[in-house]
């Protein structure tokens, strides 16, 4: 072949190769052709429980209909993710769809085994698993979560929860979580880092968590709860800047195990910052309708007061109280604060300003199972068609949880029927109110004696008290009823019921005594710090088994029985209800009873007291002095009239242990006094036990004397003038489940012959 014809053949194969590969490279773009079906029918197998149809409507196809294969592996998808299911097949088989299922079986009992801590019923409740319905594994998942997370919340961190199914016919399984509880992780150490003003006891008196100790059993915070620390976080700093510090913040809280993973140690990590005071304080508005005039007077700041966000609260709420009481609506105390740094000093503007018009369009309450809608509605000072007031909603949801009837209280508010409304919504959980006691008692006054007593903070959900408590015992038995109603008619008018029956018999008295009496009451707000309360009293005393010996008494129980009427008044200002100073207190209290009948008396009573707090409020100084005044206008007092001081009024005395005594024919009685007069000095303060025992020291003294029996003969009468007595003490103070209990040891300084001192009690502690 020449070379013509050569290279010619080479040029004609060489195109032929490549047009057979561009030929190749084209087809191979083209797009392949989808699968698709078209059924003539679609069949279900495998269900027994839940309808054909219903799976259909799940399925979503339909005879006739042509589909892909990626939409029918979609469809059966679909089946599959309702979860109702343990498995879904679909085939095709010629012209037919066949989709063959196995329903989840449905829980027939759910149990627990291996707890002992918590109770089934606790655990049923933190569950969604429910018999009689679907057995879902990913809820049970979610339910062995939330069983670990209650163990946790109790401190048991190292709890392991493993669920088991046991089969049985007809497509049911009995489902069994087993639960290992394991040991609690308590938290063994509360620290603080970079606080310089409050030292770490005062500090962790603060928080809500404590720290485990000896009274581990009881206390019940001291296990790590996250939602607790968010909890201390905040109440820490509303205590820091209440006391001036503007700047406080929390910067981080460590929370770590220990190498055992027995125990938590807990450190907050702050910043103090600089203690800030009030500067200038003002009133100010551009709005033409608002004169400034009428607002003098006010505000309470004043220049020189330590900083305090309640303060500036008050400020805002008697600022807007008073707008409206001019007819402004819609005004609001915008606080505009200017900084001094150089003189720690912030300057406090109110700018009246027009708040936007937004009405309250109704109030929703939810969770209150027994408590009446309108206990809580009584907390509000707004009503539907009120113009909204976001302080006043906060304020309303601090009274609710202040109530004590629930658990939890949650207010908040959301969009209405219109831009210009909203909905205030209550969520509460109720808590138990009431209390069934039966028990005994044994003191050295009266012996041994049975208790019976019924206490409902929340009687029939209606917000009122109820009180009943039977005693008897060999020397005595008493009745006590008592009943109060908070909120007359809806306002802030507090109703008081109180009667009570008591005899005395005791063989080493010089008399018996019956006392009956019945009392009503009203109370109400005359001022923000202040409240009066009126009151009726009928009483029915009766003296019997006089001895023969006691000439005194004998004139005092000549009358034998004694019906008396009174009416009386108390009057109370109290600073404490407002809170602007948490580390001081003032508390007067003023009341007189007019007594009349077959005895004319007036009774005069009143009390001055004052507290507060030194050395970084660790150290607490208390000061009360209280006197009463028994003035009769016609006849003498009985021995059932006077005053008898006991361990309430002055320490270190039995009752009727001192004051003027009837001493004829051998005898020591105690006759009570027309007139007392008694000065209460003490402190508290800690004596280096940790927080979590609740423990804490205090001194008293204690001056004073009870006179003036006001008997015509008082030949045989020791002490019936003033006759001081003084009494000093160390006491104990414990915060217990029961209630804060206060150990009395005491010596007295000054006394007489015949007095019945006492070196010990033990009492409920109080406040003034």
């Known amino acids: 072949m020449s070379d013509l014809a050569t290279s010619a053949a080479a040029r004609l194969f060489t195109f032929f190769k490549g047009f057979v590969v561009a030929a190749l490279l084209g087809l191979s773009a083209l797009p392949a052709v989808a699968q698709s079906y078209s059924f003539s029918g679609i069949s279900i197998q495998g269900n027994q429980r839940i309808e054909t149809q219903t799976i259909l409507t799940y399925l979503g196809l339909s005879s006739g209909q042509t589909v892909s294969a990626a939409g029918l592996n979609d469809a059966v998808q679909a089946v599959r993710e309702t979860g109702l299911f343990e498995s879904v097949d679909a085939r095709v088989t010629g012209s037919a769809l066949i989709v063959t299922v196995v329903e989840l079986p449905t829980i027939s009992v759910i149990s627990f085994e291996g707890n002992s801590k918590i109770k089934d019923d606790d655990l049923r409740s933190a569950i969604q698993s429910m018999p009689r319905h679907v057995f879902s594994p990913s809820q049970v998942e979610r339910d062995v979560g939330a069983i670990v997370q209650l163990y946790a919340d109790k401190g048991r961190i190292s709890a392991t929860i493993t669920p088991r199914i046991i089969r049985r016919s007809d497509n049911r399984v009995d489902l069994v979580f087993e639960i290992f509880e394991g040991g609690v992780t308590e938290i063994s150490r509360i620290g603080f880092v970079g606080n310089r003003s409050f030292s770490d006891y005062r500090l962790r008196g603060v928080l809500e968590t404590k720290q485990a100790g000896l009274l581990r059993a009881i206390i ?94 008050n400020d805002i709420a008697r600022l807007e109280f008073r707008a409206n009481q001019l007819g402004l609506q819609f005004i609001q105390a915008d606080p505009q604060i200017t900084r001094r740094d150089r003189d720690l000093k912030l300057d406090l503007n109110y700018a009246l300003v027009r708040g936007p018009r937004v009405f309250v369009e109704r109030i929703d309450i939810t969770g209150n199972t027994t408590t009446l809608d309108r206990v809580v509605r009584n907390q509000f000072t707004l009503v539907e068609g009120d113009p909204l007031n976001p ?52 003191n050295t006054d009266t012996g041994f004696s049975l208790i019976a007593s019924y206490s409902e903070r929340n009687f029939l959900g209606r917000g009122q008290a109820l009180d009943f408590q039977v005693s008897t015992a060999a020397t005595n038995r008493i009745l006590t009823f008592n009943f109060t109603e908070p909120y007359l008619l809806g306002r802030d008018l507090r109703l008081g019921l109180r009667s009570g029956y008591k005899t005395t018999d005791n063989e080493a008295a010089l008399y018996d005594t019956t006392s009956f009496g019945f009392s009503p009451s009203l109370s109400f707000p005359v001022s923000e710090n202040a409240r009066l309360a009126l009151s009726y009293s009928i009483d029915y005393s009766l003296l019997s088994n006089v001895s023969t010996n006691s000439q005194p008494i004998l004139d005092d ?130 004596i280096g036990l940790p927080t979590e025992f609740g423990m804490h020291g205090g001194a008293f003294i204690d001056y004073g004397s009870l006179w003036d029996t006001g008997l015509s003969d008082v030949s045989d009468v020791l002490y019936n003038d003033f006759t001081p007595r003084a009494v000093a003490g160390l006491s104990l103070f414990w915060k217990t489940p029961i209630g804060p209990l206060r150990f009395n040891f005491m010596q007295p300084l000054m006394s007489e012959s015949n007095d019945r001192p006492k070196s010990f009690d033990l009492t409920i502690a109080t406040s003034f």
């Open 220 to 313: 019940g915070r001291d296990t790590f709860v996250a939602d607790r620390i968010d909890f201390d976080k905040q109440v820490l700093t509303e205590f820091y800047r209440s006391r001036g510090y503007v700047d406080f913040e929390i910067q981080s809280v460590d929370v770590e195990l220990t190498r055992e993973r027995d125990a938590y140690l807990i450190t907050f990590n702050v910043q103090e910052g600089q203690k800030y005071e009030f500067g200038e304080v003002k009133v100010t508005s551009d709005l033409p309708d608002v004169d400034l005039a009428e607002f003098d007077g006010i505000i309470r700041t004043k220049d020189g007061q330590t900083y305090s966000p309640l303060r500036i609260e």
């Open 391 to 442: 302080r006043s909603i906060r304020e309303s949801a601090s009274r609710i949880r202040a109530l004590g009837f629930f658990s939890n209280a949650e207010v908040g508010t959301r969009a209405g029927s219109s831009s210009e409304q909203v909905i205030v919504d209550v969520a509460v959980t109720e808590v138990p109110t009431g209390s069934l006691t039966f028990g005994a008692n044994y």
């Open 557 to 686: 129980a000549a009358a034998g029985r004694r019906w008396t009427n009174s009416v009386g008044y108390t009057y109370t200002w109290d600073n404490r209800r407002t809170g602007l100073n948490p580390n001081a207190g003032v508390l007067l209290r003023f009341g007189q009873e007019y007594a009349f009948g077959e005895a004319t008396f007036l009774k005069n009573t009143a009390t001055l007291a004052a507290e507060t707090k030194i050395m970084n409020e660790e150290v607490t100084l208390r000061a009360t002095l209280e006197g009463g005044y028994l003035y009769f206008l016609e006849g003498a007092s009985r021995i059932t009239d006077r005053y008898f001081m006991n361990s309430g009024i002055m320490r270190g005395f039995e009752p009727g242990g001192f004051g003027p005594r009837y001493t004829g024919d051998g005898e020591n009685d105690a006759l009570g006094g027309n007139t007392y007069a008694v000065v209460r000095l003490e402190t508290e303060f800690p």
